[in-house]
């Protein structure tokens, strides 16, 4: 579900706020302030761009680093059910 695709996004978004979300079984990347629209309620909020920056400790991740953040994602949300 999640992908280092989905990771590379969120890093490279210039919405305000960017946050990876799931919603009916997809992972995508958002504005915060979409969260409140009808289209993303009740979205399951998996990271932030700030946290997902912060737990990289990096300005230029390695595809690597991108795959493993990925998996830990994903496996986070198969966990959750999402």
Aim: aromatic share 2%.
């Amino acid at each position: 579900m999640i992908t280092p695709e989905h990771v590379e996004e969120l890093l490279a978004s210039d919405a305000e706020r960017a946050v990876l979300v799931v919603v009916a079984s997809a992972a995508v990347v958002v504005p915060e302030a979409a969260l409140d629209t009808d289209d993303y309620r009740g979205a399951l909020e998996v990271v932030t761009q700030r946290d997902l920056r912060a737990q990289l400790d990096t300005d230029a991740p390695s595809r690597r680093d991108l795959e493993e953040v990925a998996a830990r994602l994903d496996s986070t949300v198969t966990r959750l059910g999402a």
